[in-house]
């Protein structure tokens, strides 16, 4: 059984730089995988930050930025905000419409 | 505006069916792959289905194929998820998703409020 792996939490200073990352029990994460981000505030829908690796939406924040690194998709947040809180969450595709979330990382800014 | 309305659940008995619904606004229905996600309480997230934007391609997670079939009537910009012998396990609040696309179910891009359903006895 596939298993897609992301820190359980995380913990970051105002201001301070933090990068999430979502590996695959398959391998290697590859742009092929079409890694998605979301952020969830608790009490709300998911919001999607990050598509096919690191491309962003309209209302992405430019402090956000997706990548590959080191064999897993990554999501790094530069210039922290107290307002990025939240639980964050990757997406991988793995063909056939098959698609599986991340554990989900808790951010705590402190 | 996009906007993403989920309706539909509610509590049911173990074995039961649910139908939700999705209803879409703000863009043109046809042309975008749609999911359906849900979310137990105190939970991660979890990928649950996807259709084409013709309707002509169906996905299903392991968890619930054979018991959920997922449908769209693009005349009425709505997306249904037909939820046949519920599991206790199924309890969640569920949530659409449009993708960018007819056929990229992975780029997802807005999501509904969610509609929570609840499998007990």
């Known amino acids: 059984q596939t298993v897609v792996t992301q820190e359980p939490s995380l913990t970051v200073s105002p201001g301070g730089t933090v990068t999430l990352t979502c590996a695959s029990s398959t391998g290697a994460v590859t742009s092929s995988y079409y890694p998605n981000w979301f952020q969830q505030k608790p009490g709300q829908a998911p919001r999607t930050l990050i598509y096919?690796?690191?491309n962003k939406h309209s209302w992405t924040p430019v402090r956000f930025a997706g990548s590959l690194l080191g064999g897993k998709a990554a999501l790094t947040l530069s210039g922290v905000q107290p307002e990025d809180e939240a639980e964050y969450y990757c997406?991988?595709?793995?063909?056939?419409?098959?698609?599986?979330f991340g554990g989900g990382t808790k951010l705590t800014v402190l | 505006e996009v906007q993403l309305v989920e309706s539909g659940g509610g509590l049911v008995q173990p074995g039961g069916s649910l139908r939700l619904s999705c209803a879409a606004s703000?863009?043109?229905?046809?042309?975008?792959?749609m999911s359906w996600v849900r979310q137990a309480p105190g939970k991660g997230l979890e990928w649950v289905s996807a259709i084409s934007g013709s309707g002509g391609s169906k996905h299903y997670a392991d968890s619930v194929k054979g018991r959920f079939t997922m449908s769209r009537d693009n005349s009425k910009n709505t997306m249904y998820l037909q939820m046949n012998s519920l599991r206790v396990e199924d309890s969640a609040v569920y949530y659409c998703?449009?993708?960018?696309?007819?056929?990229?179910?992975?780029?997802?891009?807005?999501w509904g409020q969610g509609t929570l359903v609840t499998v007990s006895s």
């Open positions: 096919s690796t690191s």
């Open positions: 998703a449009k993708s960018t696309g007819s056929e990229s179910f992975y780029k997802v891009d807005y």
């Open positions: 703000g863009f043109t229905f046809s042309n975008n792959a």
């Open positions: 997406l991988l595709y793995y063909g056939g419409a098959q698609l599986l």
